[in-house]
């Protein structure tokens, strides 16, 4: 896989590929035996993933921030599957305090837990700290979706164990996972304000849940856990969370109206109608994916049968990849895990729910 097949939308070797859909990827999967975690699932990729496993059958609970979108959200499914389970819970990523009041709530509910798919993201945002005073990519991207993942792991290793099914945990990260600070994290100043830059910022934190799905993968295979643990790349698609992009993308706009318009200087002076329409595509529709095929890849990962036992692996177009030397790095993904526990319980100056310091 790579950019000719994002660009020709051929299939990999799992027999899908950039073009294909949620639905498309699951079809014929019954998931009526299994609950799934979403983590903004109100809009954009998360919410067509929640959508596409309510319509398998999964029992779909969404942690939401913003309790009025997931009451849309929740309609939306309905409207379209009168029959699909959906939980709506509150959920902060940014907050240690809403994460532990999600698990308690989520916890009162008595129900299993097959799947946890941390997909909720920010990007590219001005420098901000969260509550607890972290800076806000990396806390809601990686620190917020570190500690839920935590302190929902018994639960889905009871699952697992009682039920006999493999439990799957997905974290959405990026192709920008790349694009980060020389050293990967900048474990001595992840709060400095003068190095601060959001685009390396966001890369910092995708990197992050690389490093993350696959130091856990390798925990629960040392512990002989039925869980597997990978990470996603869903594709370029426009969504809210561009939000902060204006500049960006209107550079990159009119890039893309410049190109156009020196092929069609081309275009006329060849009469070469091909090479224009093939640029055309190259642009408007093969870098960019629609909603349904930006889910593609989350939900073939978490429901596709043909993934069973493949753990600690990066997903892009359906189909596995290989990620950046840094995201393979399992010293780096060691001293993250180590760090990342050191900073929730520092600033939480307690341990949540038992979660305990291992460093
Ligand atoms: N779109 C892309 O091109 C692309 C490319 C690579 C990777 N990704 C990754 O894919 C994931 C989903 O992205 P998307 O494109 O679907 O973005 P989106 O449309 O902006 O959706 C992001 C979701 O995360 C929620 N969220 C943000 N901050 C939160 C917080 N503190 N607590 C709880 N929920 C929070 C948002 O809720 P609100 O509605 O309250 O803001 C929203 O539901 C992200 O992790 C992103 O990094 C996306």
């Not at 899908?16 to 009526?32: H, K, L, M, Y």
């Not at 109206?257 to 093939?278: A, E, K, R």
Request: net charge positive.
């Amino acid at each position: 896989m790579g950019i000719y097949s994002l660009i020709t939308g051929r299939r990999g070797p799992s027999g899908f590929g950039s073009a294909s859909t949620a639905e498309e990827v699951t079809q014929g999967i019954d998931a009526t035996h299994l609950t799934a975690i979403i983590t903004g699932g109100t809009g954009g990729i998360g919410m067509e993933t929640a959508r596409v496993m309510a319509k398998r059958g999964a029992h779909v609970v969404i942690g939401a921030r913003n309790m009025g979108a997931a009451e849309n959200a929740k309609t939306e499914i309905l409207r379209q599957n009168a029959n699909a389970r959906v939980t709506l819970i509150h959920l902060d990523l940014s907050s240690f305090k809403s994460i532990k009041a999600f698990v308690r709530d989520f916890h009162a509910l008595h129900l299993p837990l097959n799947i946890l798919i941390n997909n909720a993201g920010v990007m590219f945002c001005p420098y901000q700290l969260s509550e607890d005073g972290i800076e806000l990519q990396f806390a809601t991207n990686h620190i917020g979706h570190f500690l839920l993942t935590n302190l929902l792991l018994d639960t889905m290793k009871n699952t697992a164990k009682t039920s006999g099914v493999e439990g799957r945990i997905l974290n959405l990260s990026s192709i920008a996972h790349i694009y980060t600070y020389q050293e990967g994290i900048q474990f001595d100043s992840i709060n400095d304000i003068c190095s601060y830059s959001d685009k390396r910022a966001y890369g910092q934190s995708k990197l992050a849940n690389i490093l993350h799905a696959n130091k856990l993968s390798r925990q629960l295979q040392e512990e002989g856990v039925n869980i597997t643990v990978n990470s996603v790349h869903p594709g370029l698609i426009l969504t809210n969370l561009f939000q902060h992009t204006a500049l960006l993308m209107s550079k990159f706009f009119f890039l893309c109206f410049c190109s156009v318009y020196i092929l069609f200087i081309f275009t006329m002076i060849y009469s070469n109608v091909h090479v224009f329409t093939g640029f055309l595509k190259f642009f408007s529709f093969y870098l960019w994916k629609n909603i349904p095929q930006g889910a593609a890849t989350t939900c073939y990962v978490a429901l596709h049968p043909s993934l069973k036992e493949v753990t600690g692996k990066y997903f892009a177009d359906c189909n596995e990849v290989t990620p950046s030397k840094l995201a393979r790095d399992e010293t780096l993904a060691q001293k993250l895990w180590d760090f990342s526990v050191k900073l929730i319980n520092s600033v939480s100056k307690k341990n949540y729910l038992g979660f305990e310091d291992t460093s």
